[in-house]
């Protein structure tokens, strides 16, 4: 019988497999959302031990109540936990905002391939977006979250998701104009 290769599910097909007990289905699900989750974490509640306990807690009740769960998009109900969790944490119950977070904390993954001057030339104009511009980007391209699971979030109205999609895309377009094809 030949071995399952668990790299090429996305998130939501290991979910599936983790309800039928497939544990190692459920380790490359851990292994590969963890990363991200902590850096989100991070985030809304700066201290690293609890963001790493929320997270322990969160995978272990997913896992000892799978079979009783209905999960249809398995990243945004893990994003969704750890930001209640994260907020039972803190005193105020307040989220950080995210403008507040340093230069260096990069929300969108690196596209560049070394030889790659367009690739190099679209990371600059990500680079320099606003943070919270960078991070609906992220939730909406990267982790393939709609613009309602966006809002729910990220604690602002669907339409406001939208309309600032519509203007990070428009000015996007308009500085990536100047790269030549």
């Not at 997913?62 to 209905?70: A, G, H, I």
Request: net charge positive.
């Amino acid at each position: 019988m030949p071995q399952k290769i668990y790299t090429k599910y996305s998130p939501d097909e290991l979910w599936e497999l983790c309800i039928s007990n497939d544990h190692k289905a459920f380790k490359e699900l851990y292994d590969r959302e963890f990363k991200y989750l902590f850096a989100f974490g991070l985030k809304i509640y700066p201290h690293k031990p609890d963001v790493k306990d929320a997270l322990q807690e969160i995978f272990t009740d997913l896992w000892v109540n799978k079979s009783t769960r209905k999960i249809n998009h398995i990243r945004f109900y893990l994003l969704k936990s750890l930001k209640y969790k994260l907020l039972k944490c803190k005193p105020d119950g307040k989220i950080i905002e995210i403008n507040a977070l340093s230069k260096e904390d990069q929300i969108l993954p690196l596209v560049v391939n070394d030889g790659d001057s367009k690739a190099k030339e679209i990371q600059k104009i990500l680079s320099q977006l606003p943070k919270s511009q960078q991070e609906i980007l992220h939730l909406k391209y990267y982790q393939g979250l709609s613009n309602t699971q966006i809002a729910e979030i990220l604690g602002i109205k669907y339409q406001s998701v939208s309309n600032r999609l519509h203007r990070i895309l428009n000015g996007f377009r308009k500085k990536s104009k100047k790269i030549s094809v």
